[in-house]
């Protein structure tokens, strides 16, 4: 093969330009000067598959080129997601600190409003008790007697919650 044809084929292989068809192009012209050039410089059907070998090597580097590159973009891709996820595990831990002493507190300052709620409600049981019977004492009879179903009620347990009923109501108010 000439020194000249050899330069041409060579420099094709080499052009490091990152438009992929520029590249194409000088392969194919050099694949042209190749058979329209005189058949007695191409020495066989070697030299051919040499070339076509070189352009598949060339054409494999490339691809592999930008392989890596699409491989490391996505690795660094993956590694500002794992920054940003530490970023905001630290935020929602650091939330999570600030609200777990309130919750404590307002979870105890409900429980003791519970049991003040279970009192009141105890209280307000008892003072509708005294009213029942401060209701049903005005119906009665004055010796505290009354007449249902046939049988006589005493009401000997509550003599003194109907004589002053609100002494009563006052000492249950105390609690």
């Avoid at 005493?154 to 003194?160: M, N, V």
């Amino acid at each position: 093969m000439s020194p000249v044809l050899s330069e041409i084929l060579r420099s094709g292989f080499t052009i490091n330009s990152s438009l992929r068809r520029r590249t194409h192009l000088v392969q194919s012209l050099s694949v042209v000067f190749l058979y329209c050039g005189n058949s007695s410089q191409i020495g066989s059907e070697e030299d051919l598959m040499d070339l076509k070998k070189r352009k598949r090597m060339q054409s494999n580097r490339e691809s592999a080129r930008k392989s890596r590159m699409r491989k490391q973009k996505h690795l660094d891709d993956l590694t500002d997601q794992i920054n940003q996820m530490k970023k905001d595990n630290a935020q929602i831990l650091a939330t999570i600190n600030m609200t777990t002493p309130q919750y404590v507190k307002v979870e105890a300052e409900n429980s003791v409003l519970r049991a003040q709620m279970s009192e009141l409600n105890q209280r307000l049981d008892y003072l509708n008790e005294i009213i029942n019977l401060m209701s049903y004492n005005s119906t009665t009879t004055s010796n505290n007697h009354c007449m249902s179903g046939g049988g006589v009620f005493e009401f000997d347990y509550h003599h003194d919650l109907m004589n002053n009923p609100w002494s009563a109501a006052a000492e249950m108010l105390q609690y």
